[in-house]
């Protein structure tokens, strides 16, 4: 039997894609996984069989394609915007079609502010925060943002160019799973050849751009984020390359 089934419904006008395995119950506790840059769902192929194995087959695991990424497919008739906020929205309208109304948010790098905003729109929904190398913080924010940052206050061509150079090639993609790994023996190569091969359909790495760029806006918002996580009564654990990759990628 598949560890999970690959499915795609349509949410929000978005033709959005999703791995999903375990009880499809109203009762089932329900996992939302939401992925990063610049990968996709298929980020999670390890760890959705390790949630629902054996003894641990009492959740509904739901790991979905954020617009721009994967195999999530977004109709050009849709004018979309691909920023977090519409992130947030898409994947809640999934979620609603999905008929799931409380859920345990993973949120992982892009997947962290994604579902923060989530949070913060439906508080009633989520029973428990894991966020991973997902940042609330703008201590968090280091030297490697420099040339973001950059970006953010000029909006030039001439600053975009420098992100597409460096950020949108193999080898950005190949260090996101091989920088800190002790053994890169561990390492499937398919995983960085499908982020880097699926970037490079037409019209993604500008998309990617965007999404650069729109991510300043989750900075006005990390105030907010802080007081959810001090008032509300949820679980929250957070993690920063402290799991193995190797389990993750």
Same mark, same amino acid.
């Given at each position: ?12 006008? #978005? ?8 009880? /499809?119950?109203?009762?089932? =506790?329900?996992?939302?996984? #939401? ?7 298929? !980020? ?11 003894? /641990?087959?009492? $959740?509904?695991?739901?790991? =979905?394609?954020? =617009?721009?990424?994967?195999? %999530?497919?977004? =109709? *050009?008739?849709?004018?979309?915007? $691909? ?19 409380? &859920? ?5 790098? $892009? ?15 989520? !029973? ?8 609330? $913080? ?11 940052? /950059? ?19 193999? +080898?950005?993609?190949?260090? !996101? ?8 023996? %561990?390492?499937?190569? *398919? ?23 729109? &991510? ?5 918002? &990390? ?9 509300? +009564? ?16």
């Amino acid at each position: 039997m598949a560890p999970y089934t690959n499915n795609t419904v349509e949410a929000d006008g #978005i033709n959005i894609f999703y791995r999903e395995a375990g009880p /499809n119950d109203p009762s089932t =506790p329900v996992i939302l996984l #939401i992925h990063g840059f610049p990968t996709s769902s298929h !980020q999670y192929r390890n760890l959705i069989p390790a949630l629902t194995a054996g003894s /641990n087959n009492k $959740y509904r695991i739901i790991a =979905p394609d954020l =617009p721009g990424f994967g195999f %999530t497919e977004v =109709p *050009e008739s849709r004018k979309y915007k $691909y920023t977090f906020e519409n992130f947030a929205l898409s994947i809640e309208a999934l979620l609603d079609v999905l008929n799931v109304k409380k &859920y345990t948010l993973y949120g992982f790098d $892009y997947g962290a502010p994604t579902g923060f905003r989530m949070a913060l729109r439906r508080p009633e929904s989520i !029973q428990a925060i894991i966020s991973q190398n997902g940042n609330a $913080y703008e201590e968090g924010l280091g030297d490697f943002w420099n040339p973001l940052r /950059n970006y953010w206050a000029s909006g030039l061509e001439e600053h975009r160019a420098i992100i597409r150079d460096t950020l949108l090639i193999y +080898k950005t993609h190949k260090m !996101q799973y091989t920088l800190g790994t002790p053994d890169l023996t %561990t390492i499937s190569p *398919e995983t960085y050849t499908l982020d880097d091969a699926l970037m490079l359909r037409p019209g993604i790495k500008d998309i990617q751009l965007d999404i650069f760029y729109d &991510y300043q806006t989750n900075l006005p918002l &990390y105030p907010k984020f802080q007081e959810f996580f001090k008032s509300s +009564k949820l679980r929250l654990s957070r993690k920063i390359w402290e799991i193995k990759w190797n389990f993750i990628f």
